[in-house]
């Protein structure tokens, strides 16, 4: 039997809580089954969330099912995570807080008026993130962030439509949205993005020139 997807939902914040991805209120988690799209709700603490907490709503954002707890709201991520699930036929959606994608979006290049860029490449967990492989360049666009999350979705659809190879969508200074078939590839992925942001932010840090470390390439037969 196939288990709630509200329970996966409660599951899923509570180790990225622990992974401290979800801190404060931050964050947050959506999955679909069919038409129905289950969402944590917004503005709670991540790792105190019960299964019956979650919201049910369809693919136009309408809600189909509310929570028990009338006081809790939906998630102003849900435009968000309804542009993922249109624009790339999602299974889960889910954003982050993760400090290792936040400090390397300060570091992205502009490509347009809102919307940069972050290239990634020569790294075994590259391997991680559909369509890539390890002498691949992975480049994840970066979209300035917004006082109000919702204001958000025009750029985050932009990006999607100009990187269809990004299964994710960083956002300036705040965190990031990654999408997946399924909420295993979609938290795997995540995983992956989050490894080489910090192993990145690391060598910056370390005074080691990314094009040096990558300098080494397969020889030529």
């Not at 288990?3 to 939902?9: A, G, S, V």
């Not at 993922?84 to 290792?100: C, D, P, Y």
Request: charged share 25%; aromatic share 8%.
């Amino acid at each position: 039997m196939e288990k709630d997807p509200r329970i996966t939902i409660a599951e899923m914040c509570q180790n990225f809580y622990q992974l401290g991805w979800v801190s404060g209120t931050g964050g947050g988690i959506s999955i679909r089954r069919g038409e129905k799209i289950y969402m944590a709700p917004s503005g709670v603490e991540k790792e105190k969330i019960l299964p019956e907490d979650c919201f049910v709503v369809d693919m136009k954002g309408e809600v189909l099912e509310s929570p028990r707890n009338a006081s809790l709201k939906l998630t102003e991520c849900a435009p968000l995570f309804l542009s993922a699930f249109e624009l790339r036929n999602a299974g889960a959606v889910l954003h982050s807080h993760s400090s290792n994608v936040v400090l390397m979006t300060m570091l992205a290049r502009r490509i347009d008026e809102d919307l940069s860029v972050l290239e990634f490449t020569q790294l075994e967990m590259l391997k991680g993130i559909q369509g890539h492989g390890y002498y691949d360049v992975f480049e994840l666009p970066v979209v300035d962030n917004t006082a109000r999350e919702c204001d958000l979705t025009d750029s985050l659809r932009k990006a999607i439509d100009r990187f269809p190879n990004s299964p994710a969508v960083a956002v300036r200074n705040h965190g990031i949205y990654v999408w997946g078939p399924d909420e295993v590839k979609a938290k795997t992925q995540a995983e992956c993005i989050d490894f080489v942001c910090e192993v990145y932010w690391k060598m910056r840090s370390a005074g080691i020139d990314s094009h040096i470390a990558t300098a080494a390439q397969p020889a030529m037969r």
